[in-house]
């Protein structure tokens, strides 16, 4: 959803004009340090276009080094997070040297600036709003938000800027809904991906000879299941059909890994009788670092221990994977046995699981409450002089909007980044996937320090 942030020296009235703007009962808050963090996002109820509406004031309120730095913070979070910026200033304190100093950091800001001027309460100080067109924004809206002035103008201005983004996200989502879900199927060769292509395919090779696009790494196959549309990217199938000698099959990494570019999601054959080799561990690397979401398909099940009892057989396949592959942690497994036909629509219910969990990601305001109970409850250890790692604000970004199964990325905001510690990230990491499980996504966190 497209991002609108508020951003301002403290007492311009942020607070009031965010109540406004999330449609809230006002209650007037006047800024002060340690407010609670539901103030910081909420969805914008007075455009007629969905957005979310971030109030950047709560973030550098958790600062201990002064105004100036934390409104050079929340000015910087703000420039990199949201898609408009909502520049407020104070009509009855004219222009003061943060202002100033605001104005000329958020020239630096991809995203349009709009000025607006709160507590133009009467017509008097309706006249003085021709002052603030030297900050370098034109003349700015005149508002009141604690009188609910000019909303509308304001609404306007949101439109116009989230209109266009919200057009190109829905364009986006129907390509996506024709195009469907693509679904690369990588492993080493013999690992069984032709089998468990015919066995999704119920042996029905007319399908495939109505292949569509065709690239030099794979075979795009159309599969209609429950009557969604989902494309196979079949990375086994060139080999078969253009028959390349063996040296080619050093190139099999090579080839699996811009079929994995291209895909929403990865399958991972591996041939469980045979276990974990060194080529299913680097291709499960290229996935890693891809940050694709993945499945596991542990195949070849009906070799694995026959005669053994299948609870057992279960947790040996998977304990082993679980040990060879431990960074892709994320990924659930399923076995089966493509030759046997047998388990084959536990793949497309796992899938289904994946998808409706990327489909509910945490909220902004979630995030920051999770997180801030997580430093609450286990505050980094700060290493001998150095200072302790502080949280201000964590949003998540996705890298593209436009893909069936999105992958966020964690921004944390923090007062220096350099004071993260590796494995305190692997503690937020294992938190946030036990409050919040998304089976299948990669979790990633970006670090940044303000300025
Ligand atoms: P690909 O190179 O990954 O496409 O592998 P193939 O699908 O060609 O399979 C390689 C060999 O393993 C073939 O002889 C298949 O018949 C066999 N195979 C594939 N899946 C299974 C399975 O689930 N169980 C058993 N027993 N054999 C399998």
Known sequence: MPTVAIVGRPNVGKSALFNRLAGRRI????????????????????????????????IGATLDDGFGAAVTTEADIAMQTADLILFIVDAKDGITVIDEDLAKRLRKSKAPVQLIINKADNEKQDLLTGDFATLGYGEGIP??????????????????????LNRDIEEAEQVVKKEGLK??????????????????????????????GTTRDAIDVPYEFLGEQHTLIDTAGIRRRTKMDSSVEVFSSMRAERSIRRADICLLVIDCAE????????IARIIQDEKKPCLIVLNKFDLFHPNAQKSARLEEATEHVRTELFFLA????????????????????????????????ITTGKLNRFLGEAFAKKPPQAKKGTKRLKLLYATAAVNDRYTAIPVPTYILFVND?????????????????????????????SVRSRN
């Not at 103008?153 to 266009?164: L, Q, R």
């Not at 276990?275 to 680097?282: F, H, I, T």
């Not at 899938?351 to 969990?357: D, M, Q, S």
């Open 27 to 58: 209650a007037i808050v006047h800024d002060q340090p340690g407010v609670t963090r539901d103030r910081i996002s909420a969805p914008c109820h007075i455009s007629e276009q969905p957005c979310t509406i971030i109030d950047t004031g709560g």
């Open 143 to 164: 508002v009141s938000a604690e009188l609910g002035k000019n909303m509308h103008m304001i609404a306007d201005a949101i439109d116009k800027v989230v209109e266009p």
């Open 183 to 212: 679904i690369a199927i990588v492993g080493k060769p013999n690992a069984g991906k032709s089998s468990l292509i015919n066995a999704i395919l119920k042996d029905d090779r007319t399908i495939v000879s109505d292949v569509s």
């Open 275 to 282: 276990g974990v080799s060194a080529q299913d561990r680097k």
């Open 330 to 361: 994320y990924a659930p497994y399923v076995c089966v046995s493509a030759l046997k036909k047998q388990s084959i629509g536990l793949v497309f219910s796992k899938l289904a699981e994946i998808r409706k969990a990327a489909q509910n990601p």
């Open 417 to 445: 980044k350099r004071l993260m510690q590796e494995h305190y990230e692997q503690y937020l990491t294992n938190r946030l996937r036990e409050d919040h499980p998304s089976p299948g996504i990669p979790i990633t966190f």
